[in-house]
């Protein structure tokens, strides 16, 4: 937007100066040429007055340009020029100007006692441009001066406007990046100021509504315990021991599901949080190295030494830490090696897990699919968690075999 505008001040800029400035640089001609000739005629009234006097080749001298006089006798006192028919003409009695080779030529006549006289003032080329070519120079040094003035201030006035919308649209990132918590600053023009107001009004209903909704699920899930307790003592009711046991661990494993929705609904109402990624997956990956090693697998863990603070909370990334791990435990073959890298990125961290396994199917990337009967929300729980923080998850496949997966997470 600043460059279009300083084009359009540029092209406004020029054209007026153009219209202003060629018809000034004509008329400076003008005037330099009329002040010469004027100035010529001027000299030739002060020889004519010597004409038919003694003292008329002083006269001649005493002018400071090449003057002829043309006597009636055909005698000629003065600068040696030809009799051309411009001074025939002038010897009838008229005054002249005549175009000639390197300039021009004012004729005047005058009465002698012999009869009429004619008096040649040659006026150079030079003269009749004297100053011209500076004043032009100076008339150009001027526009374009008033064209970059233009232009710096085109951009300045670009700058009040571009400045307040370049933070309405880093606004939008934040928000649309999950930080509910970014306003604008209203400034610029009454247009943009306006849209700020409203682009701050539209955050805090989005803010609202979240909540509200958040509250909801929260809401609904402690409903949920009503029931839950109604299976609770009809489990305790059945006479099979057996079979009490195993309906009472499965009403276990649903209030715990539902404790974890709660806790996960009033802790994304509360803002987004941050975490030391190598202390979680130094842990997660030492509660997994277990089963690696009943498994007979071979599993290498490199992680920094200093702490690597990223955007996401700890229970978000242990979470996508054990979706990662589990579905290497899940879906390839006992004996199967891995690895867990944890490294920092110009972005703020990357973890990459990575087995040598059978090989990853691209499909299973999306939200349910799954290669191992599950519900296939293990890979999506790890790039929802990567996207939260701003990052992304990528999968591929090493030159050896198996599969890679890469999280990016965003500094905190």
């Given at each position: 937007?600043?460059?279009?505008?300083?084009?359009?001040?540029?092209?406004?800029?020029?054209?007026?100066?153009?219209?202003?400035?060629?018809?000034?640089?004509?008329?400076?001609?003008?005037?330099?040429?009329?002040?010469?000739?004027?100035?010529?005629?001027?000299?030739?009234?002060?020889?004519?007055?010597?004409?038919?006097?003694?003292?008329?080749?002083?006269?001649?001298?005493?002018?400071?340009?090449?003057?002829?006089?043309?006597?009636?006798?055909?005698?000629?006192?003065?600068?040696?020029?030809?009799?051309?028919?411009?001074?025939?003409?002038?010897?009838?009695?008229?005054?002249?100007?005549?175009?000639?080779?390197?300039?021009?030529?004012?004729?005047?006549?005058?009465?002698?006692?012999?009869?009429?006289?004619?008096?040649?003032?040659?006026?150079?080329?030079?003269?009749?441009?004297?100053?011209?070519?500076?004043?032009?120079?100076?008339?150009?040094?001027?526009?374009l001066a008033l064209v970059v003035l233009g232009i710096v201030l085109a951009d300045r006035l670009a700058l009040a406007v571009t400045?307040?919308?370049?933070?309405?649209?880093?606004?939008?990132?934040?928000?649309?990046?999950?930080?509910?918590?970014?306003?604008?600053?209203?400034?610029?023009?009454?247009?943009?100021?306006?849209?700020?107001?409203?682009?701050?009004?539209?955050?805090?209903?989005?803010?609202?509504?979240?909540?509200?909704?958040?509250?909801?699920?929260?809401?609904?899930?402690?409903?949920?315990?009503?029931?839950?307790?109604?299976?609770?003592?009809?489990?305790?009711?059945?006479?099979?021991?057996?079979?009490?046991?195993?309906?009472?661990?499965?009403?276990?494993?649903?209030?715990?599901?539902?404790?974890?929705?709660?806790?996960?609904?009033?802790?994304?109402?509360?803002?987004?949080?941050?975490?030391?990624?190598?202390?979680?997956?130094?842990?997660?990956?030492?509660?997994?190295?277990?089963?690696?090693?009943?498994?007979?697998?071979?599993?290498?863990?490199?992680l920094p030494d200093g702490p690597l603070p990223v955007a996401v909370g700890a229970e978000e990334l242990a979470a996508c830490v054990?979706?990662?791990?589990?579905?290497?435990?899940?879906?390839?073959?006992?004996?199967?090696?891995?690895?867990?890298?944890?490294?920092?990125?110009?972005?703020?961290?990357?973890?990459?897990?990575?087995?040598?396994?059978?090989?990853?199917?691209?499909?299973?990337?999306?939200?349910?699919?799954?290669?191992?009967?599950?519900?296939?929300?293990?890979?999506?729980?790890?790039?929802?968690?990567?996207?939260?923080?701003?990052?992304?998850?990528?999968?591929?496949?090493?030159?050896?075999?198996?599969?890679?997966?890469?999280?990016?997470?965003?500094?905190?």
């Open positions: 937007m600043r460059r279009w505008l300083a084009l359009l001040v540029a092209a406004t800029t020029s054209l007026i100066l153009i219209a202003l400035l060629v018809p000034m640089a004509l008329l400076i001609r003008a005037v330099a040429e009329n002040s010469a000739m004027g100035r010529a005629t001027a000299a030739a009234e002060s020889v004519a007055l010597a004409v038919g006097t003694p003292d008329l080749a002083l006269a001649v001298e005493q002018v400071s340009r090449p003057v002829t006089v043309f006597l009636p006798d055909g005698r000629a006192v003065g600068a040696q020029a030809p009799r051309t028919d411009a001074v025939r003409l002038a010897a009838t009695g008229r005054s002249v100007t005549a175009a000639t080779s390197g300039g021009r030529e004012v004729l005047a006549s005058t009465q002698s006692p012999g009869g009429t006289a004619v008096i040649r003032v040659f006026v150079p080329d030079a003269e009749l441009t004297k100053g011209v070519r500076e004043a032009w120079l100076a008339l150009l040094v001027l526009g400045r307040p919308v370049d933070g309405l649209a880093r606004v939008s990132h934040r928000l649309a990046g999950g930080d509910l918590t970014a306003r604008a600053e209203p400034g610029g023009p009454p247009e943009v100021r306006s849209v700020a107001l409203a682009l701050n009004h539209l955050a805090g209903r989005i803010d609202e509504l979240l909540a509200a909704e958040r509250e909801s699920v929260a809401d609904l899930s402690h409903r949920l315990r009503t029931p839950l307790t109604g299976l609770r003592l009809d489990a305790e009711s059945l006479r099979d021991p057996e079979e009490a046991a195993r309906v009472q661990a499965r009403v276990d494993a649903l209030e715990r599901a539902v404790s974890a929705v709660i806790t996960e609904a009033r802790r994304r109402s509360a803002g987004r949080d941050s975490c030391d990624a190598a202390t979680v997956v130094r842990e997660r990956a030492r509660f997994w190295s277990v089963l690696a090693e009943d498994q007979r697998r071979e599993m290498s863990v490199a054990d979706a990662l791990l589990g579905n290497v435990f899940a879906h390839t073959p006992e004996g199967v090696s891995m690895s867990v890298r944890l490294a920092p990125h110009p972005s703020g961290a990357v973890l990459a897990v990575e087995d040598s396994g059978p090989g990853f199917d691209p499909a299973l990337l999306e939200r349910g699919n799954s290669g191992g009967g599950s519900t296939g929300l293990g890979l999506d729980i790890a790039r929802r968690t990567a996207e939260s923080s701003g990052g992304g998850l990528t999968v591929s496949t090493p030159a050896g075999g198996g599969t890679r997966v890469e999280v990016v997470l965003t500094a905190a």
